[in-house]
């Protein structure tokens, strides 16, 4: 099969229903936006070996690469328009291995409106390498990293460190926990769950907004820098999955590894005291659980407020690839 | 140097001139879009080895890079507004590189204004595996490869053939050009140009339109099947450059190599024998030459008309990585 039957028999299927994909055969995409929306654009690439297992199953890669890019428009606050896709292919891929993967990328495009309208396709000697670019509507307001205050209260959405954990379990660790546990935290960690909906409504209520995606004390991290502050963080109220307390409970030097390790795609922001009752709503509103787990600060940096009373090392702040 | 610090000092100077970049340390940028204007997405990716050699001058890859993406949006007839850039290097990939990529990068934005707005920078073990997305503007009405008709003349752009004679120079070949000639040939492998100026001004005018990236017939080949036509080329016709003239004087069968080879990054196109008027004044305003090569007719596919005068041996009819 050559580069253009492959496009037409994977990929063209799920441009099918976007008259602006021009079925995948043009060279560009053609979108119409709505009169008053910005356009919210974010590329995110990922690499066979670093950001998923090469054996990880490819329905459940493609929704990894798509959920980690519509997280960035979760972040922002913008809800998702439509993907480009460049898929830099290991030669002699199988076509049961692109089906699959055609099917969780349809799978996700469908679930989170999002359909791919382009891209590009070619063959490699390396790793298998896929990068995604989400393009996104916000109307008017967005969130970005740098308008945190002084006073405001830190929270994050969901429960944080499960797919640090959960690439803990898929190399062999954690066997103390039982199968269902395990299985939740592989799941955080291969399939993320973008915000998107807790977004949009922190848009005029947050002043400063990331997704957690290097790690919370590393992204909390990118908003102090972004916004001149320091951030003090209580250990003891960064929320925790009943796996995820499970693993602690019997191991606590894991704390480390879940205030450090990435790929959680929960939604970290600061908003002032005066927005709590806004927030207890917005939460509700997206079925997202939201906790306070500190306060910012003038200063620079993140400190973890009651670290000791866990015996907690902060060895590892966040990833970094080079 | 981590991640953030290759980000600040390598691509972040190329997002200073454009505030919707938000300085590249957000999770996406923001662009607002002229009203009544249409948005145009394309994606390409070069991997070393394959798109372009990896001892290439650093900055000629990110020119190149940049090109065939702008490329892509000439031959809809848009306007670059920015791109985004998933960088994905080979572990100790050295500043001195960085540096002249980001050099090569930043000319081009500026060039064609189109700021770098986003992206990603990851490590590999593989091949430097670069992606870009290009986002432009249409106002109205853009170019497909779609809406050719039967007797619509065929035209193609420039000169076909000196990328594929430029590459093979690169690899040692035609030894028997002079130097400038051979130095013509790998710049415009290396540099193409897209026609953007020319693509905005065949708007209206043309029916259908295609870059020649995977060889002219191939492409041509693209603009027969997407509007259920077949071209006819008058091999005679097809623009050469005193280069190629030269390198096909000295050797007939490289007619083959030009007519079916890449990376030329022209424009092909059809249009109506009533617009020959139209495009005469079309290629004057833009500085661009446009040849007049053939005509669609019923039927599919591409047949090259007088190649038995040249002793001609269609033998690769474009580049297809699988």
Not at 110 to 126: R, Y
Not at 304 to 309: L, T
């Amino acid at each position: 099969m050559d580069e253009f039957g492959l496009i037409a028999r994977f990929f063209a299927p799920l441009a099918a229903a976007e008259p602006g994909a021009l079925g995948l055969t043009d060279d560009a995409a053609v979108l119409d936006l709505p009169p008053g929306t910005r356009l919210v654009a974010a590329t995110d690439a990922l690499v066979a070996g670093i950001h998923f297992l090469a054996d990880d199953p490819p329905g459940d890669i493609a929704r990894k690469l798509m959920r980690v890019n519509l997280s960035d428009l979760a972040a922002m606050g913008a809800t998702p328009r439509a993907v480009l896709l460049a898929a830099v292919l290991p030669r002699g891929t199988s076509e049961a291995w692109l089906a699959a993967f055609a099917d969780g990328l349809s799978d996700d495009a469908q679930e989170f409106g999002a359909p791919l309208v382009g891209g590009d396709t070619v063959a490699t000697d390396g790793p298998l390498t896929l990068a995604l670019t989400a393009l996104g509507l916000a109307d008017g307001g967005v969130l970005t990293r740098a308008g945190a205050r002084a006073g405001d209260d830190v929270y994050v959405s969901g429960t944080i460190g499960d797919a640090a954990l959960g690439l803990r379990v898929l190399r062999g660790g954690l066997a103390g926990l039982d199968e269902d546990q395990r299985a939740v935290l592989v799941s955080r960690y291969r399939v993320p769950i973008p915000r998107l909906a807790l977004g949009r409504a922190l848009v005029g209520i947050a002043h400063a907004c990331i997704d957690v995606s290097d790690g919370l004390i590393a992204d909390l991290g990118h908003i102090c820098a972004c916004s001149g502050l320091a951030a003090q963080v209580m250990a003891a109220e960064v929320p925790l999955s009943p796996a995820a307390r499970s693993a602690i409970t019997a191991d606590r030097n894991l704390l480390s590894a879940v205030l450090g390790g990435g790929d959680d795609y929960e939604l970290a922001f600061t908003a002032p005291p005066s927005a709590r009752a806004a927030l207890q709503r917005a939460g509700q509103a997206t079925g997202v659980a939201l906790a306070r787990i500190g306060v910012m600060m003038p200063g620079e940096g993140v400190t973890v407020g009651d670290a000791a009373a866990f015996g907690l090392v902060l060895e590892k702040r966040g990833f970094s690839h080079f």
